[in-house]
């Protein structure tokens, strides 16, 4: 399984995401994903040391700029 | 719905960016976003810890420098 | 209008870029941009706290290293 | 061989990969990759100074942001 | 004349290149260049604070990680 | 000669190579090269001023994060 569809896999799904130039990893739920990665999460909060930080809520995050992402077990 | 659509659904609308290399937050009006998430907003300000720091007015930002943006409700 | 668009129709107008790992923002007069936002700029200069800082003349800047671009009013 | 078929080669092998903005490297059983070198790994670890530190399990890595990858020979 | 273009043009000729990432300004005699802006300087020399500071000899540059470049009038 | 020919000409040669993100320059025998400048080598090592600090075997690297490459003289 391509890692894009692994990804596509993973909509509805609750992720983190660690993005370029940001020292804190983004928890959200992954509403939709394109070929590029560009993602859209739902109730978005930061993650600071284990600790949620900053609700952001519904954001677009570019995918260029995702280091990496995995699915969160709660 | 992808997120490339999910930001157009932004448009007319205010919206926060986080940009790469920028410790600051950009604040404005969304007018225009391609494909690429390359955006036009105007009426944009620099917000820094929360507080508008200074007015940039009409500005370009290229999408691949973009890390998140979300919609700010006022 | 696309952001392209908004860039081209500022051909011929004296603008301001923020590049990526610059301190400072060049200024000077947009001759030409293509998609990519890839620019040349004539009579450039190094802005720094307000302050020109350094004449750099003729650039060509990498469009995919520019954070925003906004048009400067004399 | 070309790189990307290279890496293809590598599918089912454990590798090392460092990222732009870690400090650390990622070690992981590399399920797939795609053409960007997008991977998909599973039993990912982080290592740093050669000591495990963090358990990941399955994520996806952004190609772009890929510095480098070598096998692992354990 | 597109960005480009204005490259080709500057073939045959000296030119000063800020890199990402780079402290220091490469200078060389540009031998060629494509549609990415990847170049290829010949007699190549990092230039740090006005004065040469390494001999690079035959390089060949990323053009996604170039900020700018400008022709040298020596 | 565009600067991918010249690098395809230096397979079977020693280059160095300078990567976004690393303080070194990886050193090693060009094995394949792509038209996006990913690169296989082997027998990879690392220098850091001037010394091998690591050595890295076969790498694949991500061409979008090359600075700068040369061929290397013993």
Redesign the interface.
């Known amino acids: 399984?391509?890692?894009?569809k692994?990804?596509q896999n993973l909509v509805g799904s609750k992720i983190q995401v660690e993005?370029?130039?940001?020292k804190c990893v983004?928890e959200g739920l992954l509403?939709?994903?394109?070929d590029y990665?560009?993602?859209?999460l739902t109730n978005?909060t930061e993650v600071v040391d284990g600790q949620k930080s900053r609700v952001?809520?519904?954001?677009?995050?570019?995918?260029?700029?995702?280091?990496?992402?995995?699915?969160v077990n709660d």
């Open positions: 399984m391509f890692p894009s692994k990804v993005m370029k130039g940001e983004l509403m939709s994903a394109d990665l560009n993602l859209h978005t952001l809520g519904s954001v677009v995050l570019r995918g260029n700029n995702i280091i990496l992402l995995n699915p």
